[in-house]
């Protein structure tokens, strides 16, 4: 090939120059046959590597690197909570729908699961609003996809990444009734509190029909019990209002800076 040197194996490594492989220089007998590229462009060969253990730990830091690109110039956020099940004709769908309206309204995009039933109102009421309307959602053994609010998707393997994002990305949970999973984000919420790995992170069971019974088994049976102390219980409110909700998400997010006052921190940080 032009302006190639042909190498002479019989020669010192250093003299004939080397074969490179990324950081590692080879030659003579170590040299190898194909160059990385072309290992990586040609298909055959055994694949059930993908299946393995190491493979994952890559997909699941791909998710991690998506999830934090996509959501880290976000600002301020609110994740809402509720029953993938609950159907557009129930009180509690446009309940849902009022909760994502007004927390953009307030200011703050809302996250969801990304999912039907409550996810899907929240979504809508945000979108409806302007807002950005954010949906993680999460790959499941029946078909799922994204609900049709969402402007802001990411869809996660994994429902460890996915936790981490909510968490991450949100100043505060708004939890609407729902089942297993919504008690699941319930109580990873109040556990994270409870081990101060989150801090000025607001709570709301919104629904005092349905949370009530919660509340009062908390209170007592498990607060009597010794299994939590009064502190864990103060950053839960309980309310049927619109409103309470979003003032108690203000109040309790008031020491989180808005996008705007990092953006300027980070400006004044810059210059000085
Ligand atoms: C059950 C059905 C679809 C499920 N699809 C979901 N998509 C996204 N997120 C989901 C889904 N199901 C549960 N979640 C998460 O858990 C919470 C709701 O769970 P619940 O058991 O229904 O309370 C929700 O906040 C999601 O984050 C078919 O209808």
């Not at 993908?50 to 690197?65: G, K, M, N, S, Y």
């Not at 460890?160 to 109580?187: C, H, I, N, W």
């Not at 069971?205 to 103060?234: C, H, K, M, N, R």
Request: avoid cysteine; hydrophobic fraction near 40%.
């Amino acid at each position: 090939m032009k302006g190639v040197t042909p190498q002479d194996p019989k020669q010192p490594a250093g003299r004939r120059g080397g074969q490179q492989a990324g950081p590692i220089t080879r030659s003579g007998r170590s040299r190898l046959a194909t160059t990385t590229d072309q290992r990586l462009l040609d298909s055959r060969g055994p694949n059930d590597w993908v299946h393995t253990d190491p493979w994952r730990v890559l997909r699941i830091q791909a998710e991690f690197v998506e999830g934090f690109g996509a959501l880290a110039e976000l600002g301020s956020a609110i994740s809402v909570f509720g029953s993938a099940r609950t159907r557009p004709d129930h009180p509690m769908y446009t309940t849902a729908q009022q909760v994502g309206k007004a927390l953009v309204e307030a200011g703050y995009a809302v996250i969801t699961g990304g999912g039907p039933g409550i996810m899907e109102a929240a979504n809508r009421g945000a979108s409806e609003a302007d807002g950005v309307s954010v949906g993680l959602g999460i790959e499941l053994p029946f078909e799922s996809s994204l609900n049709e609010w969402v402007n802001l998707g990411i869809n996660f393997r994994y429902f460890f990444a996915r936790k981490t994002m909510f968490v991450k990305y949100s100043q505060g949970f708004v939890v609407m009734p729902g089942g297993f999973g919504t008690f699941d984000e319930l109580f990873e919420a109040l556990t994270l509190a409870q081990t101060s790995k989150v801090t000025n992170f607001p709570v709301v069971l919104f629904g005092t029909e349905y949370w009530q019974g919660l509340l009062d088994w908390l209170s007592g049976q498990v607060l009597d019990g010794g299994y939590i102390v009064p502190a864990d219980l103060d950053r839960l409110v309980i309310t049927d209002d619109v409103e309470h909700a979003v003032a108690t998400m203000r109040a309790g997010a008031a020491d989180v800076p808005s996008r705007g006052e990092q953006l300027l921190a980070e400006a004044e940080d810059r210059e000085s």
